[in-house]
């Protein structure tokens, strides 16, 4: 089971009953893990490529490698490794892609994706100003993201199509009125409620896949 912490005070209890004296996962025994786990090299070699201390608050870079989520702010997390690995995969990213991430929090999914859509474009939507302006800062480096200051309930219709719309905060329902911003071949991956659905076009009809087990922070309607 994927559970993400989703708010400072249960971040800080779950940490104060880590034991002592406590060894600090490197990134090294995170990306073995998610080898183990039977992630593409593709997705593995995002990780490896992108350093996750450098998104999470100074207090707990520490943490960085573990898999859990981490606290950010106005009740916002960084998921865990093992979901944002999940979802990546379930996305199946190539490199020229158009590509939606709606909830971009601390940017981290977004680099590890414009780590694999190298000559892609990437848009990423963040509600919370003070997450989206830390966010632009991280980023800074990736010539081909674009990460907007607004509420991603409704996408981003002024750049479809897609072909692949990312949601990392969650619906409280299957998200089908996006399917419109997809490409005929496109996939939406979203969290709802404590789910992960992925919904894929195909020849003209939408399969779809849910997979239990998981917790997100609330994706925000308003604008």
Known sequence: MCINILNSKVANRYLLILPRPYIFVEKTDLLKYLEKKGYSEKIVAAFASIDREKFVPEHL????????????????????????????????????????????????????????????TIYGLEIDPHLSIKAKERLSGFSNIHLINKSGFYGYPDKKPFDRILISASCQEKPYYLLDQLTESGIIVAAVQDTVVQLKKIDGTVKEQVFYGFSFVPLVKRE
Not at 62 to 73: G, R
Not at 88 to 103: F, M, P, R, T
């Open 61 to 120: 870079k520490s943490y960085a490698y573990e898999d859990m989520a981490l606290p950010l702010a106005e009740g916002s997390s960084i998921s865990q490794p093992n979901t944002i690995a999940f979802m990546l995969q379930l996305l199946e990213l190539e490199k020229s892609q158009n590509i939606l991430e709606i909830g971009t929090g601390s940017g981290f999914t977004l680099a590890l994706t414009a780590s694999i859509v190298t000559s892609g």
